[in-house]
C-alpha cells in the first residue's frame, strides 16, 4: 500500500520567521484561550514547501485504504507481545542463568543468585531482557579493567568535569570527593536507589554525569572496534570447570589512585555551538548526518523523516532518534543548536547517565529525579482527579519552559519546544494559517482517507490544543524579550493539574522529560516527541504504551485528529474524521497498567543491581575468569 502512498508535508514549522513586532507583548490571556483568539498583532511570515514525494505511476490516487494509526496500533501490539514473551521465559535461578548464557554467551556475573532473589521478592516480571545494559556496556569490553578504573578516577578528580564519583567499599556506597553541592540531590538519589543491596556489590567506584546532556561520543570507527572486541570477547566454552563465582580479593587495593595523580579535565567544552557534527560522530561515514553538511533549515527535509515514517507518522521510534538519516536534525533540537553545556568526551570513558540521544556512549540509569519523586504521579479525588479517560477535557496539554538549548542569533526559532508553542498558537487561530496537509476521511469516497490541505484555520476542525510556556530560560542578549514578544507567558499550573486534560505532550527538556514516567503512570494518554532515551524505553513500545510525534512535528494535526475526531469542513471538504476514543483509551490504560508492572521503584531497583553486577564483572581484573555458575 505504500506505493500509494503520497506524501505530502509542509515545512511550515521549521524556521520561525517574526517579520515584524508591530504590537506590545501578547497578553497571556491571550494564549491561554488560543480558541478565541484573534490573529494577533505580531504576524509572522511562514516558509512554506509543500513536497510531493509522488511515486510516479500513481498521479492521481492520494487515496488511502487505510489509516496509518490502526495499523501502527495493531503493529505495536504485536511488538510488544513479541517482546514481553521473550522477557522472562525463565522460571528458576538455574533457568534463568541458562537463559542468560543463551542470550549473552556469557555466563552471568557473581552475585546474580542474590539478583535474582532480590528481583523475585519484588516481584519483578522482567527477569530475562536486560539486552539495554548488554548493549551499553559491550564497547567497554574493548578497553581493559584497569583503564576502565582509571578513566573512572581521572572524570572525577576535577569537579570541572560536571561528574561525581561514588563508591562502593564493603558492601556500602559513599559519595566522592569533588562534586558540586548543588547536584547533591543526585547522589542521595543514587544512595536512596542502591542502599537495600549494596551489600551484595563489589567494591568498585562508579562516575555519574551531573549534566542534563550526555557526555561519550565515540568516533564510529573506534566506536564499531570497541563494540567487535567486546563481542569478541566472549569465552569458548561456556561448560569449562574453571569459572570462579567470586570477584577478585584485590578489588579495593586494585582502586588505590597512584601516587601525585592531579585533577584531569577529560571533556571538550563547546557549549551554545552547534553540536551535531561533534553528537553525530558516531554514524557511518556514508551516512547523511556526516556527508550533507548543515541541513537548510526552511525546507522540511522528508527523505530525513522517511525511513522511520509512515506518511507523516512515526513507524519505528527508535529508529527516529537516529541523527545518522536525519541531517536536518541539526536545526530542529536545542540539544543540536545550542546546548547548555556539550562537555563531551570522544574517548570511551566510564559515565553513568539518565539519558542520552542516539549515539551517545553514556550507560544508562534509573534516573534519581523519579526515583526520589522529584516529580511523580499523585492525583487526588478531590483536589487534582485523574478521571477516566472519556471525562477528561478533549485537549491536547503542554506547558514548559524554554529550556532545551541556550538561545543566541535566535537559535530558539529551531527549538521543538518552541516551534510547538508557534504551531499550537499561530497555525491554529491565525486567519492567515498557511495550508497545511492533514490526514482526513476521503471527501468523496467513504471509507478511505487523503492527505487534505485545508483553506481555513486549522481551528475549524475542532483541535483542542491548550500549549503555552510558562518560562524563558536559558536566552542570551535580545533572545529572551524577542521569546516573549512570540510566546508571551502564561502563569505556571500545578503539576497535578494536568491529569485534567485527555492528551499531555511531552518533550524533552535540556535531557529526557523527567515528566513522562508520571504522564504514562495517569489516565491520560501520553504524546511524546523527542530525541533522548531513558533506561525505560527498553521496555515501552511506541503506539502500544504512548503516541510517538516526530520532531518535526508534521504529523501532530494528523495524530490528533485521528483521536479528537474533526468536525466536517466546508461545502464539499470532507465528512469530518470520526473520533477513536477507544483506541486512545486503550493505549493510556495500557501505558498505565505496564508502567505499575515494570516501571517501579522496584523494578529501577531490580534494574541497577543487574546493572552493577555487570559493572563489577568488567572492572573486574579476572572478568573472563569469573562468574555464577549456580
Ligand atoms: C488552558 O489551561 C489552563 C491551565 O490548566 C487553564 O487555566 C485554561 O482555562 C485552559 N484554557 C482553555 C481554553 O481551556
Ligand atoms: C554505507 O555503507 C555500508 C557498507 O559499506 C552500506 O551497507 C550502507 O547502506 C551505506 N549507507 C548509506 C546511507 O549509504
Ligand atoms: C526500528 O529501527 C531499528 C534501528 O534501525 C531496528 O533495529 C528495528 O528492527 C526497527 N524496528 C522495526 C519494528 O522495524
Ligand atoms: C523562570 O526562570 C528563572 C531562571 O531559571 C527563575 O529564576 C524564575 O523564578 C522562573 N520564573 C517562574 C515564573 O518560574
Not at 547522589?187 to 568498585?204: E, H, R
Not at 475542532?462 to 510566546?487: C, K, M, P, Y
Request: contains cysteine; aromatic residues 12%.
Amino acid at each position: 500500500m505504500a506505493a500509494f502512498l503520497i506524501f505530502l508535508l509542509v515545512g511550515a514549522i521549521s524556521f520561525v520567521h517574526v517579520k515584524a513586532v508591530s504590537g506590545a507583548v501578547r497578553s497571556s490571556q491571550l494564549s491561554q484561550h488560543l480558541r478565541l483568539r484573534k490573529p494577533s498583532s505580531i504576524y509572522f511570515s511562514f516558509l512554506i514547501l509543500i513536497i510531493f514525494l509522488g511515486y510516479s505511476q500513481y498521479q492521481e490516487p492520494q487515496v488511502l485504504d487505510n489509516h496509518p494509526i490502526d495499523l501502527l496500533i495493531r503493529k505495536g501490539r504485536v511488538q510488544w507481545q513479541t517482546w514481553y514473551r521473550q522477557a522472562s521465559t525463565s522460571e528458576s535461578l538455574a533457568e534463568s542463568a541458562a537463559e542468560y548464557q543463551i542470550r549473552y554467551q556469557r555466563h552471568p556475573p557473581p552475585g546474580f543468585d542474590a539478583w535474582y532473589r532480590y528481583a523475585k521478592e519484588r516481584s519483578s516480571i522482567i527477569i530475562d531482557d536486560y539486552d539495554s545494559i548488554v548493549g551499553d556496556l559491550q564497547p567497554f569490553w574493548g578497553i581493559s579493567p584497569s583503564q576502565i578504573r582509571l578513566r573512572t578516577q581521572e572524570v572525577v578528580s576535577d569537579p570541572w568535569n560536571d561528574v561525581a564519583g561514588l563508591i562502593i567499599r564493603n558492601g556500602r556506597g559513599y559519595l566522592g570527593p569533588n562534586f558540586k553541592p548543588t547536584h547533591r540531590w543526585i547522589l542521595d538519589g543514587i544512595l536512596a536507589l542502591i542502599k537495600d543491596f549494596s551489600q551484595f556489590l563489589p567494591d568498585m567506584e562508579l562516575a555519574f554525569n551531573l549534566n542534563d546532556e550526555p557526555r561519550v561520543a565515540v568516533p564510529y570507527r573506534i566506536f564499531q572496534k570497541l563494540q567487535d572486541i567486546g563481542a569478541s570477547t566472549k569465552p569458548t566454552d561456556l561448560n569449562s570447570k574453571n569459572v570462579l563465582n567470586t570477584w577478585s580479593r584485590d578489588r579495593e587495593e586494585a582502586l588505590k589512585r597512584p601516587e601525585g595523580s592531579k585533577p584531569v579535565r577529560k571533556f571538550g567544552d563547546q557549549p551554545r555551538i552547534n553540536s551535531f557534527s561533534a553528537a553525530s560522530i558516531a554514524c557511518p561515514p556514508n551516512s547523511s548526518a556526516r556527508k550533507a553538511g548543515v541541513w537548510d533549515a526552511r525546507n522540511l527535509c522528508t527523505s530525513c523523516a522517511a525511513p522511520h515514517s509512515d506518511g507523516v507518522f512515526v513507524s519505528n521510534w527508535t529508529l527516529s532518534a537516529s541523527p545518522c538519516h536525519q541531517a536536518d536534525l541539526s536545526n530542529l533540537h536545542g540539544f543540536y543548536l545550542s546546548p547548555a553545556a556539550f562537555k563531551t568526551s570522544h574517548e570511551l570513558l566510564p559515565i553513568f547517565s539518565q539519558s542520552k540521544a542516539d549515539g551517545f556512549a553514556d550507560i544508562l540509569y534509573p534516573s534519581p529525579w523519579n526515583y526520589a519523586d522529584k516529580v511523580k504521579y499523585a492525583s487526588d479525588p478531590d483536589t487534582h482527579p485523574d478521571r477516566p479517560f472519556d471525562k477528561k477535557e478533549d485537549t491536547l496539554f503542554w506547558r514548559g519552559s524554554a529550556s532545551e538549548g541556550v538561545s543566541q542569533h535566535g537559535t530558539w526559532k529551531g527549538m521543538m519546544r518552541q516551534r510547538l508553542v508557534h504551531l499550537a498558537n499561530n497555525l491554529t487561530t491565525s486567519s492567515r494559517s498557511p495550508t497545511l496537509p492533514i490526514l482526513l476521511p476521503h471527501p468523496t469516497i467513504p471509507g478511505k482517507y487523503s492527505y487534505q490541505t485545508l483553506p481555513s484555520p486549522i481551528s475549524d476542525l475542532n483541535l483542542f490544543l491548550n500549549i503555552s510556556i510558562v518560562n524563558i530560560t536559558r536566552a542570551w542578549d535580545s533572545d529572551g524579550a524577542a521569546q516573549l514578544a512570540e510566546f508571551g507567558l502564561v502563569p505556571p499550573t500545578h503539576f497535578q493539574d494536568h491529569w485534567r486534560y485527555r492528551y499531555l505532550l511531552d518533550m524533552d527538556g535540556a535531557g529526557y522529560s523527567s515528566r513522562f514516567l508520571p504522564f504514562l503512570q495517569s489516565r491520560s494518554l501520553p504524546f511524546r516527541a523527542g530525541i533522548f532515551r531513558a533506561w525505560y524505553d527498553s521496555r515501552l513500545t511506541a503506539w502500544k504504551h504512548f503516541i510517538p510525534i516526530d520532531i518535526r512535528l508534521h504529523g501532530l494535526f494528523s495524530t490528533l485528529a485521528y483521536f479528537m475526531g474533526t468536525r466536517p469542513q466546508g461545502k464539499g471538504r470532507g465528512h469530518g474524521m470520526e473520533a477513536n476514543l477507544d483506541a486512545g483509551r486503550e493505549i493510556a490504560d495500557a501505558g498505565r497498567e505496564w508502567a505499575e508492572r515494570v516501571l517501579r521503584k522496584e523494578d529501577m531497583e531490580v534494574y541497577m543491581f543487574r546493572l552493577l553486577l555487570e559493572w563489577g564483572r568488567l572492572t573486574d581484573d579476572r572478568r573472563d575468569e569469573i562468574g555464577f555458575t549456580g
